[in-house]
């Protein structure tokens, strides 16, 4: 599964507020503890750390002339 910024934050909050059920886009779970919950936190922590290192990063070129 792909996760994003929103995923995160939203685990971070339900864990912050001490609710076990989280709601990602179309689904509802339920964590059975805050241990499970900190598990899938670290694993979005780490899903998105390896997208981030993935991505190329954006190279310009710079063309200069006389302009005759």
Known sequence: MAYTEA?????R?????GT???SF???SVTYANDAE??????DII???AT?????RSKQ???VAGKGF
């Open 51 to 55: 997208v981030s290192t993935t991505r």
């Open 25 to 27: 886009a179309d689904r």
């Open 20 to 22: 076990r059920t989280v």
């Open 37 to 42: 919950m900190r598990q899938v936190e670290q």
């Open 7 to 11: 995923d995160l934050t939203t685990i």
């Open 13 to 17: 909050t339900a864990r912050l507020r």
């Open 60 to 62: 310009i070129l710079a």
């Open 46 to 48: 780490n899903a998105l």
